[in-house]
């Protein structure tokens, strides 16, 4: 830049410009007038329009923030800051953290104790390969302890055949170095990519339109699913502050996704008793700035399959997306209908479906992780794919969050695929669809105490207490205390149990337990609370962020050696 410009700039000051600012207002009103021929006239019109603008501009600001201020937006953002406000009180401040460092200890403690021997630092002579398998050995032979009697939600779904877990394995080992980044290198890697791929979309109705990538779980492709809608919403219609809408019962990854990308995340209730939302909500939460709608087949809290096929009317007659969390229900919802079992439409044959999540390392009996997202057509995928010329190291381009994957997962997932193939994942999806059916029939038959939330079709089933007297986290504590690894909701409170080839041949046992541990909690009503009963009543009665707080304490815990 010259240097006078320079020179300029900088002996610039506010005065300087507002000096500037009023000559070139003087002029303006001036040149108006004479073109007008108005300039003889005493009032000023001029002058008239500014003020009624300033008026004009200031009443909006004023209706906009009213507006604002009746949302629950503000509401949640005043409860927030005064949270925060109460939070750093010096005597709040102090007896916070010492009540969380308290909680830091006994989290330590308890992930320490799960630990055998630590290496802080990397062995100055490296170890035999004998050596270093004994030690892997030892300790994967202590937590198989936990799995031991196969009493376990969700977690492990891969069934006792020896056969295909072999199977997968020796294809994995053949894959770990493999990257299929570099396609010229690993042809097989990126073919087996496209096969996985192309076999899940006809799985799901896709005909020879839809398309997909592969993720490393269904966290990614969730992630990726809404950053697509973000940029696809961007390029179309030119939303800057977009919003998605889900249910409350959607998987919290459409959340962590909303709060990674800066999508506004608008939740909608569901009927405690069903799982299901009341449709007038959802079609109330859309507005001009809503990108997508997200269904759920089923849903991760409740097993509850969304109507899929409302979801779509609304989602094509405001021209926004359609998401489907199909990550749980990936090999059990395609293979309902041949077990006879009733569920709604869930896939691309639902004309408003717009990307469909898919996990292998669930049902689909892949390896850890692996999981397809699928798109309806191309003209969705490209928003997913980053690609930039810009970069001195040459053209770079990739269709997921990672740069280089392991081709491991992906060759899992095929070897598995082609192993099982329709009459195998048939076959799987009847032994656990059957033990669901018994699971269900058996709360409502003998434990009246319970009550199963809605009416779950495939693998998950969900359940409550219906009894005033009856604490169903201390329930949750004496199943614990019998060895079962079942998973704990709130809001309402609840227990549910992903059914997976793994356990599927324990639901008497479960029963059977369910129905003491249910007796136990009502002839003991004095019984001193503990574990979850504790650990979620408590939370029930706190603030999110100080329950937040904690549960970061126990992640670091984990990544921390003491």
């Avoid at 496209?194 to 896709?206: F, Q």
């Avoid at 503990?530 to 029930?540: D, H, R």
Wanted: net charge positive; with cysteine.
């Amino acid at each position: 830049m010259d240097a006078n410009w320079v020179s300029l700039i900088n002996d610039l000051s506010v005065e300087k410009v507002c000096w500037v600012a009023k000559q070139y207002y003087h002029i303006f009103k001036v040149i108006v007038r004479r073109t007008t021929e108005s300039y003889v006239i005493r009032l000023d019109y001029i002058d008239i329009v500014v003020i009624w603008t300033v008026i004009l501009l200031c009443t909006l600001y004023v209706l906009r923030k009213l507006c604002y201020m009746t949302s629950d937006e503000y509401r949640q953002d005043c409860k927030r800051r005064s949270i925060k406000f109460v939070k750093n009180l010096p005597i709040i401040r102090t007896k916070i953290q010492k009540e969380f460092a308290k909680i830091e200890v006994e989290i330590n403690k308890s992930t320490d104790s799960l630990r055998s021997s630590k290496t802080y630092h990397l062995p100055t002579k490296g170890m035999k390969s004998s050596t270093v398998k004994e030690k892997i050995e030892n300790n994967i032979k202590r937590e198989k302890e936990n799995f031991k009697h196969h009493r376990v939600h969700g977690t492990m779904y891969y069934s006792d055949k020896k056969d295909v877990a072999n199977l997968v394995k020796d294809v994995c080992k053949e894959f770990l170095y493999h990257n299929p980044l570099h396609y010229d290198l690993f042809p097989t890697s990126t073919q087996m990519e496209a096969e996985v791929i192309n076999m899940t979309a006809n799985l799901y109705h896709g005909e020879k339109k839809a398309v997909g990538i592969t993720t490393s779980g269904g966290t990614e492709s969730i992630l990726m699913a809404i950053l697509t809608y973000r940029d696809w919403a961007r390029d179309t219609k030119g939303i800057k502050k977009p919003e998605l809408v889900a249910t409350k019962s959607a998987h919290v990854a459409f959340e962590k996704a909303c709060h990674y990308f800066g999508v506004k995340y608008v939740t909608v209730d569901v009927n405690p008793k069903t799982g299901l939302p009341a449709f007038g909500d959802i079609k109330n939460a859309i507005n001009k700035n809503t990108i997508a709608l997200v269904a759920s087949c089923p849903s991760f809290p409740y097993g509850a399959i969304d109507d899929v096929n409302r979801f779509s009317n609304l989602a094509l007659r405001h021209g926004i997306g359609l998401h489907v969390d199909c990550c749980l229900g990936g090999f059990m919802a395609p293979f309902a209908k041949d077990n006879n079992v009733t569920i709604p439409a869930f896939d691309f044959s639902v004309k408003g479906v717009t990307t469909i999540s898919v996990d292998h390392h669930k049902f689909g009996q892949a390896p850890k992780g692996i999981s397809v997202l699928l798109f309806r057509d191309k003209s969705w995928r490209k928003y997913a794919i980053y690609a930039t010329a810009k970069w001195p190291g040459g053209i770079y381009a990739t269709p997921t969050m990672a740069g280089s994957r392991s081709s491991a997962p992906i060759a899992g997932a095929w070897a598995a695929m082609m192993y099982y193939g329709m009459e195998g994942y048939i076959a799987q999806a009847k032994s656990v669809l059957d033990a669901a059916a018994t699971l269900v029939a058996g709360i409502k038959e003998e434990i009246p105490e319970l009550s199963v939330i809605g009416n779950p079709k495939l693998s998950l089933v969900a359940f409550t207490s219906n009894r005033r007297n009856l604490d169903i986290y201390s329930v949750y504590d004496k199943l614990v205390k019998k060895g079962w690894k079942v998973g704990a909701l709130q809001k309402p409170a609840g227990i549910n149990l992903s059914i997976t080839p793994f356990n599927a041949g324990t639901m008497e046992e479960l029963i059977a337990d369910l129905k003491e541990a249910v007796k136990q909690v009502l002839d003991n009503p004095k019984e001193k609370k503990s574990g979850m009963a504790v650990i979620y009543g408590t939370a029930q009665s706190m603030p999110a962020q100080f329950v937040e707080e904690g549960a970061v304490i126990g992640i670091e815990a984990m990544l921390n050696l003491l």
